[in-house]
């Protein structure tokens, strides 16, 4: 094929136009966030509260490492408990199902969740870092999840 040629044109276009796709594809999946979604409350045993949460991670990293402090706040808004939950593991591009049991609160109690800290956060093969940031929140239940 001749480099003047205008299927040889062709092509190179082609691999110009896949080549600033592919690209674009990497820098949105780079700066995407990890969303966790608090999607279902069910009663649990000894009048406590079953917690699913979605994660799902579009950051263009895996976390081997995501550890998550969560404020309950009962029905009149007071804190109840502070709850440490482990994520990890967190495929990239991926969505993970988590259950997390709330002890000793009826799930109706729950009034809110506040994301109050997260204490690892790990890429894998990284150091641990700020996710804060990286992290939006959303609730499909009663209960509004909050920074």
């Known amino acids: 094929m001749h480099c003047n040629s205008p299927i040889f044109k062709q092509f190179l276009a082609l691999l110009c136009a896949l080549t600033f796709s592919l690209s674009a594809s990497v820098a949105a999946a780079e700066n995407g966030k990890l969303t966790v979604e608090l999607n279902k409350f069910e009663d649990g045993e000894a009048g406590g ?5 979605l ?3 579009q ?3 895996a ?3 995501f550890e998550m402090s969560l404020a309950i706040l009962d029905s009149n808004g007071v804190i109840d408990r502070l709850l440490n939950i482990d994520a990890a593991p967190l495929p990239v591009a991926r ?3 988590k259950l997390f049991e709330i ?4 799930c109706a109690d729950v009034s809110e969740i506040l994301l109050h800290a997260i204490d690892t956060c790990q890429p894998q093969n990284e150091e641990n870092t700020d996710c804060f940031p990286l992290v939006a929140l959303n609730s499909r239940t009663s ?3 909050v920074k």
């Not at 509260?49 to 949460?53: M, V």
């Not at 002890?103 to 009826?106: N, T």
């Open 49 to 53: 509260c079953r917690a699913f949460f």
């Open 103 to 106: 002890p000793e609160i009826a």
């Open 55 to 57: 994660f799902r991670n």
């Open 95 to 97: 969505t993970t199902l």
């Open 63 to 65: 976390f081997e490492g």
């Open 143 to 145: 209960a509004p999840l």
């Open 59 to 61: 950051s263009g990293k």
